[in-house]
């Protein structure tokens, strides 16, 4: 009657927090294999067990669930997983359209090619591309108009003088 079951396996560790707090909150007791470990490792995975008496009720519970595949993320070219820059977390997917900056004005729009990638976690944006020296461009446009308003404040004093 008490022997326990597992239910899901392989999951993360906030994947198996949520099936658990589902069915915990349904009145299904459930627990986890490597709770702690699974949560503090990103490398190690976590089981869900249910009693076995509880065994359907949870899988129609969790039936309707559906997860984001865990390892199975995009491949770099040496066969490793892609993993965030910021956060270490795999929890990355192919990203397609314009990347949010901190620079008024500039805007990086992320192609097809499959080189920019958006991480779940943290909610940042990285290009694992070779790295091109794009710096160039941007401080010559930041330039010019520093020193058009250089310029500009040149002349106001200056006229500021005469009157």
């Not at 470990?37 to 249910?50: I, K, Y």
Request: charged fraction near 20%; include cysteine; glycine fraction near 10%.
């Amino acid at each position: 009657m008490d022997k326990l079951v597992a239910i899901r396996s392989g999951l993360d560790g906030h994947q198996a927090q949520m099936l658990k707090l589902n069915l915990e909150g349904q009145g299904i007791p459930a627990f986890l294999a490597n709770e702690h470990t699974g949560s503090m490792n990103f490398m190690s995975s976590t089981d869900l067990f249910v009693r076995a008496k509880d065994w359907r009720a949870a899988e129609k519970a969790l039936s309707a669930i559906e997860l984001m595949p865990g390892r199975s993320g995009p491949i770099d070219p040496d066969g490793e997983e892609h993993s965030c820059n910021h956060c270490g977390s795999h929890r990355v997917h192919p990203f397609v359209g314009e990347i949010p900056t901190i620079v008024p004005f500039v805007r990086i729009q992320a192609d097809t090619g499959g080189k920019w990638f958006h991480c779940l976690e943290c909610d940042s944006y990285f290009n694992d591309g070779r790295k091109r020296f794009a710096g160039l461009p941007i401080a010559l446009a930041w330039s010019g108009v520093m020193a058009a308003v250089a310029l500009g404040l040149i002349v106001l004093i200056n006229w500021l003088k005469y009157l």
